[in-house]
């Protein structure tokens, strides 16, 4: 945890979110439709903007990209190091919605990631600087890709629970991570995410290892299509990343496709790589 009284609390310092989930499953699950997008991208890079533990860098390094994560978590970035110690990508401490001052000898990029829970993290009012800030970072014909949970049936009360998962733990007992969620607010959802150890030889087998109340701006379709389209971005959305039909009241996520449009200004760092790659040739 940071002792830097400016930045804030790691909500994360507290949960290996690595053993939670299968991410090799995950990670061959969304491979063909990541190499998709990347075979009609202006260049061979990604940038990871909320990257947690940075599987998903880890993969597009081992790919051929470069491949950068960004991450405001302490926890999250060290734990994603040891992919950048095994050669896999480079990750970088810092709020998503500074990626252009944070990341100014990075940029531009082909590809640009939002995965996951990271997007219902912010509120209102840092919606349209969060979605001005990766169109910049991208190249013209880049692409924007954002993952987040499908919330209208949690908000409308037809849905509390996401899939329990069940993974491997220490000494021959097993992570049950439970994720209950609660429509709070308008607009909003409360998300308790719990972690348990199973102990089958146990009296009382199940203990609890973490469990907190996140309070969630549940973003929706109708909020992000208007923004995506003021920042310069031409959008498509689907309810997974398979390409399948986004369903309202059936899908379990939102997955939306962005294509930037307009012109890019280089940054500093990019023209030095240019002009370095164009001296090679």
């Known amino acids: 945890m940071s002792n830097d009284p400016h930045r804030p609390h790691d909500p994360y310092s507290r949960v290996n979110y690595r053993r939670l989930f299968a991410w090799d499953e995950r990670i061959a699950r969304e491979a063909p439709f990541f190499r998709e997008l990347l075979a009609k991208a202006p260049d061979r890079s990604v940038l990871d903007l909320g990257c947690g533990t940075g599987e998903h860098v880890a993969f597009f390094s081992q790919e ?18 040891d992919h950048e110690r095994a050669g896999h990508g480079r990750f970088v401490l810092g709020d998503a919605t500074e990626a252009l001052t944070v990341l100014a000898e990075e940029s531009p990029f082909g ?5 996951g829970n990271m997007l219902p993290h912010l509120e209102d009012a840092d919606l349209g600087r969060f979605l001005r800030v990766a169109q910049a970072m991208l190249l013209p014909g880049g692409t924007l890709v954002i993952q987040l949970l499908n919330y209208e049936p949690v908000l409308a009360g037809q849905r509390r629970t996401l899939p329990v998962n069940v993974r491997p733990g220490d000494d021959g007992k097993e992570i049950v991570f439970v994720r209950v969620m609660s429509a709070g607010a308008p607009g909003r959802v409360l998300f308790f995410p719990s972690t348990f150890e199973l102990d089958h030889d146990a009296e009382e087998p199940l203990t609890v290892k973490s469990s907190r109340r996140v309070d969630l701006r549940a973003w929706t379709r109708a909020d992000l299509e208007p923004a995506l389209d003021t920042a310069g971005f031409d959008s498509t959305f689907s309810g997974d990343m398979t390409g399948g039909a986004f369903e309202p009241e059936r899908s379990a996520d939102l997955v939306v496709v962005a294509s930037r449009r307009g012109r890019v200004n280089l940054t500093q760092g990019s023209r030095r790589r240019r002009q370095a790659a164009n001296e090679e040739r």
């Open 64 to 81: 051929g990209l470069r491949a950068v994560g960004l991450d405001l978590s302490e926890s999250m970035i060290s734990a994603a190091r």
């Open 111 to 115: 590809l640009a990631i939002c995965l």
